[in-house]
């Protein structure tokens, strides 16, 4: 099965297709109603590990966010985490309810499951979509953020007997949101301080210590009664951004964690649902992604981004790419072990209503950011993915980089980069052929490069590379390098 669901994303990366729906098609075909007859029907099981996969989820998705990117639109993706769940939640129970019929718990149920976005098919889709850093960082931060509270209201609502009081539910997601960021952080810059001033005897433990970091940060929150989900989240992007030792072998390590993560827990949610009872509520979901889709998605948008008054193509792309995927599916079994009359219709409805609307949303995302006119094509393309190796015993950095197609450090001369002092290209691989530069070498697009440079200058190397790669060899010059070196 796993090197089925390997295989499987060649497929998706071609088709456009978020993975999830390929995992969970394995689920389903070796489920009880496909050609394995494995029967499945563990809803607490399921509810554990899919909790536990979204832990290496949420933390390989904080690993690569770059804080840079997100900074500035945190207030806003911290606005949609908040009151664009609130306002979603409200809107998408009340559709539910009135337009399908369900019991008012059983809607606001609903409502709350599917006002979270997924962080996993965020994360992917996104990053195979060229769009502007800011678009990009107010989902990707919402992704990470909304779990928590939507974690929490879905708990409160599911419990048997009465629910809270709104402003005693909104008191506690307040109190445990705190909690979840103070533990995140907190252990984010603990673990980072301790990986950069301790010495491990072996490059291989720096990515288990990271990642058992990040679950630490969970866990030190869960037991605190706070949000997990957001402390390992935050305890990740801290330790994302903090240039730790062997950092190109830690994100290898994350990844392959994110995507085992997310193969097993599509499979067990598709093993855990039962095809021959997913008709009767068919159309049901359908009605209910209509009103999260063109009004919950878009409204909660709308308010929440309305005091950053940004442009409406830019709100339009947000509220088409609030994908749903493992996460509402997972937050469905919520009711189902609590005992909750009705639960298996509310877990049928939102895995209809996830299949059926990332089969829509997942594909067209490219389309639509095309005729908003938000396909940032350049900037993607003249980015440079720049990896870098520590050189620990000569106190120095590796950089390597391959240079994009559309890269306006094509045609610049080696000397013509005007890199700081202690900084130097060193190879130069074209063709399949290296060579060391002269100082006239002059750089081509498909050039791979390896730049040394000491501890001091890395970052200001780093940033001088990306700004020729945008610019040209004028930038600086033109005030558009303001941290290079002259």
């Known amino acids: 099965m796993l090197l089925v669901a390997v295989a499987a994303v060649r497929l998706s990366s071609r088709s456009g297709l978020p993975s999830l ?22 809803a607490e099981l399921t509810q554990v590990i899919g909790y536990a ?33 609130a306002v979603s939640v409200s809107v998408t129970a009340a559709g539910a309810y009135y337009l399908v019929g369900l019991e008012w718990r059983q809607a606001l149920l609903v409502g709350a499951v599917v006002s979270s976005t997924d962080a996993a098919a965020v994360f992917s889709v996104l990053r195979k979509v060229p769009l502007p850093a800011r678009v990009t960082g107010v989902l990707e931060a919402e992704s990470g953020f909304n779990d928590a509270p939507v974690v929490i209201l879905v708990a ?15 008191g506690k997601i307040a109190l445990e949101l705190a909690i979840g960021v103070a533990i995140g952080l907190a ?52 330790l994302g951004n ?15 964690l994110g995507w085992i993560a997310q193969i097993g827990m599509f499979v067990l949610l598709g093993l855990l649902v039962t095809p021959h009872e997913l008709a009767q509520d068919f159309w049901p979901a359908v009605v209910i992604g209509l009103v ?25 792309l947000m509220s088409w790419a609030g994908l749903r995927g493992a996460v509402p599916i997972i937050l469905a079994t919520i009711p189902m072990v609590s005992g909750i009359e009705g639960s298996d219709r509310v877990f049928n409805i939102v895995f209809v209503l996830v299949v059926v609307y990332t089969l829509v949303q997942g594909p067209t995302l490219p389309w639509v950011a095309r005729k908003l006119n938000l396909r940032d094509t350049d900037e993607a393309a003249a980015d440079l993915g720049i990896e870098s190796a520590p050189l620990e015993k000569l106190r120095g950095h590796l950089l390597s980089f ?39 070498t002059v750089l081509r697009r498909g050039d791979e490069l390896l730049v040394v440079a000491t501890d001091p200058v890395r970052d200001a190397a780093e ?3 990306r700004a020729v790669a945008r610019g040209g060899k004028l930038a600086g010059w033109l005030g558009s390098d303001s941290e290079s070196s002259h």
């Open 156 to 170: 409160a609502v599911a419990t048997v007997g009465p629910v809270d009081e709104w402003y005693v539910l909104i």
């Open 53 to 85: 996969a979204l832990v290496v989820i949420l933390a390989e998705g904080g690993l690569g966010t770059k804080w840079k990117e997100i900074k500035p639109a945190l207030p806003a993706a911290i606005a949609l985490s908040l009151v664009g769940v």
């Open 463 to 465: 940033a001088r590379l």
């Open 402 to 440: 391959a240079i994009p197609r559309a890269s306006r450090m094509h045609g610049v001369e080696v000397s013509e980069l005007r890199l700081p002092p202690g900084a130097s290209v060193t190879l130069v691989v074209r063709d399949g052929k290296s060579f060391v530069p002269a100082p006239s």
């Open 21 to 42: 729906l390929i995992y969970l098609g394995i689920g389903i075909a070796i489920g009880q109603d496909g050609i394995g007859n494995v029967v499945f029907d563990n």
């Open 242 to 256: 903090a240039k730790l030792p062997h950092w190109p072998a830690t994100r290898g390590f994350a990844d392959g």
């Open 187 to 238: 252990v984010g810059f603990l673990g980072a301080y301790g990986l950069r001033h301790v010495a491990l005897p072996a490059s291989g433990l720096y990515p288990i210590a990271v990642m058992a970091i990040a679950v630490t940060a969970y866990a030190a929150g869960a037991m605190a009664h706070g949000s997990g989900f957001i402390a390992v989240y935050l305890a990740a992007m801290v």
């Open 292 to 316: 999260l889709t063109m009004v919950a998605r878009p409204l909660s948008v709308f308010v929440s981004l309305l005091p950053f008054r940004l442009p409406w193509q830019e709100q339009t």
